[in-house]
């Protein structure tokens, strides 16, 4: 059962992906954010808090088996190659100046 949900996961694409893993994003920030609300009973804080944050985790753990070891490393250097080309560019417009 487990190795059928791998391979349906592993054969949607890389943006598919990206997009699960992108997700896992405001489920963290509203399984925490949920704790300040004083209007909501502890029960319920944390029912909700265990509620997101589980799917939290699903996202990031569902994401990162679509992408797999080739696409993470494939997400890695598309950070490394923006940040490159945001430092030559802030040299360029420096070199300019001067």
């Given at each position: 059962?487990?190795?059928?949900?791998?391979?349906?996961?592993?054969?949607?694409?890389?943006?598919?992906?990206?997009?699960?893993?992108?997700?896992?994003?405001?489920?963290?920030?509203?399984s925490?954010?949920?704790?300040?609300?004083?209007?909501?009973?502890?029960?319920?804080?944390?029912v909700?808090?265990?509620?997101?944050?589980?799917?939290?985790?699903?996202?990031?753990?569902?994401?990162?088996?679509?992408?797999?070891v080739?696409?993470?490393?494939?997400?890695?250097?598309?950070?490394?190659?923006?940040?490159?080309?945001?430092?030559?560019?802030?040299?360029?417009?420096?070199?300019?100046?001067?």
């Amino acid at each position: 059962m487990l190795e059928k949900i791998k391979n349906f996961l592993k054969g949607l694409s890389f943006r598919t992906g990206v997009v699960i893993l992108l997700l896992c994003i405001p489920f963290y920030i509203l399984s925490f954010a949920q704790m300040a609300f004083p209007f909501l009973s502890p029960q319920v804080k944390g029912v909700l808090w265990v509620v997101l944050f589980g799917l939290a985790k699903t996202c990031q753990y569902g994401g990162l088996t679509i992408l797999g070891v080739e696409g993470v490393k494939r997400l890695k250097a598309k950070f490394k190659r923006k940040k490159e080309e945001e430092e030559e560019e802030k040299e360029e417009s420096a070199n300019s100046q001067s």
